[in-house]
């Protein structure tokens, strides 16, 4: 052969990304240095023959449930409780040895709305809130006592500007809701872990409210293991250094920190707003869903390149972080393809609508 064409030969033979040998897992070498988990919707546990669902067993070593386990889920009506899809998500957790965890037991969205109302549709009284809280708290945390290994057990409790949520729970029962549940979930568990759980963590304000939370509980003896930062993040927010900040100034106070709910909102933000509500819901337009047909050539390097970015920092930071886990498993499940705009295009997570590992998941993997 010529040199020439040797050459060109090198060239083409190392621009191909070789295919991940099967050993070579997020699990293996990620979830090494902390879990690496991902949220699992109710089909991908039910079909254990998709591509999804040996997806997850093969890639992942840590699972929390995208919806079954909240509590308007679990329990639609008052004495009615449907414990079938988070039975079968727990076993599947447990069959192939997974860390589970259990998503959440007090927020003020997907609540089960009957508990706050009384039978004339007045707002029940702050004993008869706390008698219902305690009793799902123990209903839940005791029905999957020793199988669960952490619970958010609050979610989303601080305002972005870091007062407390006026939700129906803190305005009937008092800011006090929190450290109550955090009791109950402990007295219905021992060994389980206890977290609070939240979007925006890398907001100043609201980290400073998070941080004096955990302070306060730590205080008054009650158990809080780690806080949970959501991590629904964009490509330029945030900033690597403001996550940086966040997760050191959460972790001052002791506890671990984990991160959530990682995903990547690729597509166009609308302009003034920020954070992870849910109900948010914005008209759609063209303009902002540019990606129908597939990512450009250049979105999808900036959005490589952001992974790897995150993936540095998180590995910089491991001995703070416990447990990284993804919202979702592939592009075609994620939230964002709804939300904050319904029917668009997004390319949020780390596999494709195929269920294939994107490119960059071999560089993550060689990283770790
Ligand atoms: C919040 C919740 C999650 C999920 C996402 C969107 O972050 O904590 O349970 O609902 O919103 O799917």
Same mark, same amino acid.
């Given at each position: ?8 030969? *090198? ?20 979830? +090494? ?13 039910? $079909? ?10 093969? +890639? ?40 589970? *965890?259990? $998503? ?21 009284? %702050?004993? &008869? ?23 958010? &057990? ?13 939700? =129906?729970?803190?305005?009937? *029962?008092?800011?006090?809701? *929190? ?19 939240? /979007? ?6 609201? &980290? ?9 509980? !730590? ?10 930062? !959501? ?9 690597? !250094? ?12 002791? &506890? ?28 759609? %337009?063209?303009? =902002? ?30 001995? +703070? ?25 997004? /390319? ?21």
């Amino acid at each position: 052969m010529k040199n020439t064409h040797f050459l060109a030969l *090198i060239i083409l033979l190392s621009s191909f990304h070789a295919p991940l040998e099967s050993k070579e897992t997020l699990k293996n070498t990620v979830g +090494q240095h902390f879990a690496i988990g991902c949220a699992v919707n109710t089909s991908i546990v039910a $079909h254990s023959n998709s591509k999804a669902h040996l997806l997850v067993e093969q +890639q992942f070593n840590s699972i929390v449930a995208e919806n079954c386990m909240k509590a308007e889920e679990l329990t639609p009506r008052e004495g009615v409780y449907r414990w079938g899809q988070a039975d079968r998500f727990v076993k599947f957790g447990e069959q192939n040895g997974m860390r589970i *965890i259990g $998503h959440c037991l007090v927020w003020h969205s997907q609540a089960a709305k009957w508990m706050f109302y009384d039978k004339k549709g007045n707002l029940v009284t %702050r004993e &008869v809130l706390i008698e219902r809280m305690r009793n799902h708290i123990y209903s839940v945390v005791g029905r999957y006592k020793g199988r669960v290994y952490g619970w958010d &057990v609050c979610n989303e409790c601080v305002m972005d500007d870091g007062s407390m949520r006026n939700s =129906l729970w803190q305005q009937i *029962i008092g800011d006090d809701y *929190i450290e109550l549940a955090f009791q109950f979930a402990h007295e219905a568990d021992p060994d389980a872990e206890l977290y609070y759980n939240d /979007y925006s963590m890398t907001n100043p304000n609201k &980290v400073q409210t998070v941080c004096a939370l955990v302070r306060d509980l !730590q205080a008054k003896g009650l158990r809080i293991d780690a806080v949970g930062m !959501q991590c629904h993040n964009g490509l330029d927010y945030p900033t690597l !250094q403001e996550w940086s900040d966040a997760i050191d100034s959460l972790a001052s106070t002791g &506890v671990k920190v984990n991160m959530t709910e990682l995903d990547m909102n690729v597509l166009p933000r609308i302009e003034s707003f920020s954070g992870a509500e849910v109900s948010s819901n914005f008209k759609y %337009r063209k303009a =902002l869903d540019p990606y129908r047909k597939g990512l450009t050539a250049e979105a999808e390097a900036q959005i490589n390149q952001r992974w790897i970015d995150i993936f540095t920092l998180l590995k910089a930071h491991e001995h +703070q972080i416990d447990r990284v886990t993804l919202w979702g498993v592939h592009d075609g499940m994620s939230w964002l393809n709804d939300w904050p705009i319904k029917g668009r295009k997004a /390319y949020p997570l780390l596999f494709d609508r195929q269920k294939e590992p994107k490119p960059v998941v071999r560089d993550i993997v060689e990283m770790f």
